[in-house]
């Protein structure tokens, strides 16, 4: 519980050292003008559904997912690992999405998953005119507070490196590879490795379509050599006001669904429904 209250208090020291603007702007006009900055400097896609974003996002985010186990089982995880994130300083976002609720319909108990913190700093980028490239280290921590077995054992660390490059003004090319190190207990978590790939496509002004890869390589633990694999095809409608501007906040509703493609898979046909708002 220390850790957590030590990381909110970092997360909110981070908010609050926004860049300052000129003196006659009001709070909400600084908070507003200074993530269109930082958003403006780079790549103007769509936050994918599975795969971690490189671009900086300051969003809310709602997110359930239907998940159906080999045995035909439902579990639904209202929360899904995702919540929130700011945007501080010119490079840096930090992210917390508090512990989800997994009702897994069957003899398994209810109960709360895990919390997580994620820092992200953006290495390069450049926007529709300047490549429409980009390139971001990240890390994320999740703490082991899900009870009944709804969570890890130990807290993990997941390093990641993602990037991307736009084709043209419609269709953009992202990956990222990443690695969940547990901090302790390691014969029996294991460790893995995440490798997803994505191609996105802008079809309208407020439509956007998406088609990911999911994959997972698995070492030591109850999975030690296997490999999961997903195929994620989804699709986006993006809700701006009329008159909208590039410091107003704006909605995206999404949904998706995971489809295992390997013989090993956990769970297969998992739906995802989201809503997020963007600031």
Same mark, same amino acid.
């Given at each position: 519980?220390?850790?957590?209250?030590?990381?909110?208090?970092?997360?909110?020291?981070?908010?609050?050292?926004?860049?300052?603007?000129?003196?006659?702007?009001?709070?909400?006009?600084?908070?507003?003008?200074?993530?269109?900055?930082?958003?403006?400097?780079?790549?103007?896609?769509?936050?994918?559904?599975?795969?971690?974003?490189?671009?900086?996002?300051?969003?809310?985010?709602?997110?359930? &997912?239907?998940?159906?186990?080999?045995?035909? +089982?439902?579990? !639904? %995880?209202?929360?899904?690992?995702? @919540? *929130?994130?700011?945007? #501080?300083?010119?490079?840096?976002?930090?992210?917390?999405?508090?512990?989800?609720?997994?009702?897994?319909?069957?003899?398994?108990?209810?109960?709360?998953?895990?919390?997580?913190?994620?820092?992200?700093?953006?290495?390069?980028?450049?926007? &529709?005119?300047?490549?429409?490239?980009?390139? +971001?280290?990240? !890390? %994320?921590?999740?703490?082991?507070? @899900? *009870?009944?077995?709804? #969570?890890?054992?130990?807290?993990?660390?997941?390093?990641?490196?993602?990037?991307?490059?736009?084709?043209?003004?419609?269709?953009?090319?992202?990956?990222?590879?990443?690695?969940?190190?547990?901090?302790?207990?390691?014969?029996?978590?294991?460790?893995?490795?995440?490798?997803?790939?994505?191609?996105?496509?802008?079809?309208?002004?407020?439509?956007?379509?998406?088609?990911?890869?999911?994959?997972?390589?698995?070492?030591?633990?109850?999975?030690?050599?296997?490999?999961?694999?997903?195929?994620?095809?989804?699709?986006?409608?993006?809700?701006?006001?009329?008159?909208?501007?590039?410091?107003?906040?704006?909605?995206?509703?999404?949904?998706?669904?995971?489809?295992?493609?390997?013989?090993?898979?956990?769970?297969?046909?998992?739906?995802?429904?989201?809503?997020?708002?963007?600031?």
């Amino acid at each position: 519980m220390k850790r957590l209250i030590l990381t909110f208090a970092s997360a909110a020291l981070l908010a609050a050292s926004i860049a300052p603007a000129p003196a006659q702007q009001s709070t909400a006009e600084r908070f507003f003008s200074h993530n269109s900055s930082m958003v403006s400097r780079q790549p103007s896609w769509i936050t994918p559904i599975v795969e971690p974003d490189p671009r900086l996002v300051q969003y809310g985010r709602l997110s359930v &997912a239907h998940q159906y186990t080999p045995a035909r +089982t439902e579990t !639904v %995880n209202y929360g899904n690992g995702r @919540g *929130g994130g700011l945007i #501080g300083w010119n490079r840096i976002e930090v992210d917390f999405a508090p512990p989800p609720y997994l009702q897994h319909n069957s003899s398994a108990a209810d109960g709360f998953g895990d919390a997580s913190v994620l820092g992200k700093v953006r290495i390069v980028s450049g926007d &529709a005119e300047s490549g429409n490239f980009i390139l +971001t280290a990240m !890390v %994320n921590h999740t703490f082991s507070t @899900g *009870g009944a077995k709804n #969570g890890a054992t130990t807290d993990t660390w997941v390093p990641t490196l993602a990037g991307g490059v736009g084709l043209g003004k419609r269709v953009a090319l992202e990956s990222t590879l990443g690695g969940t190190m547990p901090t302790g207990k390691i014969a029996a978590q294991g460790r893995s490795i995440a490798w997803n790939s994505i191609v996105e496509f802008h079809a309208r002004p407020h439509v956007w379509f998406e088609l990911e890869d999911n994959a997972t390589f698995y070492n030591r633990g109850s999975h030690d050599g296997l490999m999961q694999n997903f195929i994620t095809p989804g699709g986006f409608y993006v809700v701006r006001r009329k008159g909208w501007k590039p410091t107003h906040p704006f909605y995206i509703v999404d949904t998706g669904m995971q489809i295992a493609t390997s013989g090993f898979h956990t769970c297969n046909h998992n739906l995802i429904s989201e809503v997020r708002v963007l600031f």
